[in-house]
């Protein structure tokens, strides 16, 4: 699943392609892509044409558009459901295992797995919702009010992320030191921190030399803060390399892949040699997934939460 740096790299791309346009026609080619929109793909098409698109916003693995209503055709201002010109409506993305957001010019042939296409009203290149294993969707939300920021009501409960103005790195470390679990169970807990999986959590661990399974109550604070400063370093650094590619699954609007792969210490580097110290990577079982340490720089501690 695509996690914060790959996200975050479509919602920029999305946003320049985006932002601005107004929606003249949705087709939606596989039901399955907007389940979550229970008035059914007739009505989710209905209701999108004529709303222009303000912003592309994203919190942890989730983005969204955010949408003006219906607006004048004659007109170029756009008109907001809130006081204040705020929209009150989002269409509101997750991209599950192999949801593609891609930006491609009218004629082009379409994708296999091409779900939803959105065509816009000055007939430039056209949004296109593309999902292979189609375990990913897109659906309408009220936008609310939390804490300042405004969020799609099924991610009301996400908690900020670490390049998110919002994040307050102090009081992160207080609820994760108030834990009983292990720190990566803890990293991947999306009510306390979001936007982090599998391979950042892993990378972010080895560069502050903490394993997976360090019981999160045994934590100071230096380490706690050190852990989050990784976290953050590991997420900057993926982000400028357009995130990490392992497939065709993961590209960025364009279609390009990312190549932070090239960079990964641990993640999926079992057998090979640690960067930092020679000793060679393991790799353990955790959550029906696969964790990755270096034995010598991260070694298991005694009273592991597994």
Not at 74 to 93: D, K, R
Request: hydrophobic share 40%.
């Amino acid at each position: 699943m695509p996690e914060l740096p790959e996200v975050e790299t479509i919602r920029r791309g999305v946003a320049e392609h985006a932002a601005g346009r107004t929606v003249a026609e949705v087709e939606v080619l596989h039901p399955r892509a907007v389940r979550r929109h229970v008035p059914g793909p007739r009505d989710f098409e209905a209701r999108l044409v004529g709303r222009s698109v303000w912003s592309a916003q994203r919190r942890g693995k989730y983005l969204w558009l955010e949408l003006g209503e219906p607006a004048d055709t004659q007109s170029t201002e756009f008109v907001g459901t809130a006081g204040g010109g705020v929209p009150g409506e989002a269409l509101l993305t997750h991209l599950g295992m192999s949801g593609q957001l891609k930006v491609q010019p009218e004629g082009a042939p379409d994708e296999k797995h091409l779900r939803v296409r959105f065509r816009f009203t000055d007939g430039g290149p056209q949004l296109r919702f593309v999902d292979q294993r189609t375990f990913g969707g897109l659906s309408l939300a009220e936008l609310v009010d939390v804490d300042g920021v405004a969020l799609p009501t099924p991610v009301a409960h996400i908690a900020p992320d670490p390049v998110e103005k919002v994040f307050d790195a102090e009081a992160v470390v207080a609820r994760l030191r108030s834990r009983r679990t292990g720190i990566k169970r803890a990293l991947l807990d999306q009510s306390l921190i979001s936007g982090i999986g599998n391979i950042y959590a892993d990378e972010a661990l080895w560069r502050a030399k903490l394993h997976w399974a360090r019981p999160t109550e045994t934590l100071t604070r230096p380490a706690a803060r050190r852990l989050l400063a990784a976290v953050r370093e590991v997420l900057d650094e993926a982000l400028a390399a357009g995130g990490t590619s392992f497939d065709a699954l993961y590209v960025n609007v364009n279609g390009e892949s990312g190549y932070f792969d090239r960079s990964l210490a641990v993640y999926g580097q079992a057998g090979r040699p640690c960067p930092r110290c020679g000793a060679l990577v393991r790799r353990d079982s955790f959550m029906n997934r696969s964790s990755y340490t270096c034995p010598v720089c991260q070694p298991k501690p005694r009273n592991a939460h597994y």
